[in-house]
């Protein structure tokens, strides 16, 4: 299929494949806003329900203290509930 006839969400499901990428990346490489990408990606994961593959979510991680046991891990958190620090990483994404 031509890159050009497949939508956006195939696109990303692809690139997920490929490699781990967090929301931020999805939505600059497909020029799509971040909830956007964040929303693609769970309608991803409902449609691989049915076969055998799997979206796995790498957590957000706090850089100062390395807390990471956020309650939603798909979203990126504004601070570390443990230490308050701002420095929280995005969750990444990875179709297996």
Known sequence: MREASRTTRQRIADRLREEPMAAGALAREFEV??????????HISQSLESTDETLLVAPPTCDDCGF???DDLVNRPARCPECKCESVTEPTFVIE
């Not at 806003?33 to 769970?42: G, I, K, N, P, S």
């Open 33 to 42: 806003r971040t909830d956007a990408a964040l929303d693609h990606v769970e």
């Open 68 to 70: 990471e046991e956020f």
